[in-house]
Nanobody
Framework: QVQLVESGGGSVQPGGSLRLSCAASGSIFSINTMAWYRQAPGKQRELVASITSGSGTNYAPSVKGRFTISRDNAKNTMYLQMNSLKPEDTAVYYC????????????????WGQGAQVTVSS
């Protein structure tokens, strides 16, 4: 069973920084895309940032220039460095990993972390 363990959430004041980590473990053949999503109360889950195995990245316009996504393929771990945090960044952040369970799997499977609460308030 594949598990994603998130860490690094917490509470900060506006303008502060946090770094989220997501470590993947268990039975998986390969990991392709890693991504961070977030969901605020009463709102739909939205894509924050994603990174491919080739380190190509994409960011939501609301976080571009403030957040940085990265990955360590050897450790099957990804990170989200969040700087200049704003109150509107308050949400539960979820990591998501897409990959093949085995070499023969025709389609990828997707896994979710347990979520990390990020609260930005004064």
């Amino acid at each position: 069973q594949v598990q994603l363990v998130e860490s690094g959430g917490g509470s900060v004041q506006p303008g502060g920084s946090l770094r989220l980590s997501c470590a993947a473990s268990g039975s998986i053949f390969s990991i392709n895309t890693m991504a961070w999503y977030r969901q605020a109360p009463g709102k739909q889950r939205e894509l924050v940032a994603s990174i491919t195995s080739g380190s190509g990245t994409n960011y939501a316009p609301s976080v571009k220039g403030r957040f940085t996504i990265s990955r360590d393929n050897a450790k099957n771990t990804m990170y989200l460095q969040m700087n200049s945090l704003k109150p509107e960044d308050t949400a539960v952040y979820y990591c998501n990993v897409g990959g093949r369970k085995t070499a023969g799997s025709p389609f990828p499977s997707f896994y979710w972390g347990q979520g990390a609460q990020v609260t930005v308030s004064s």
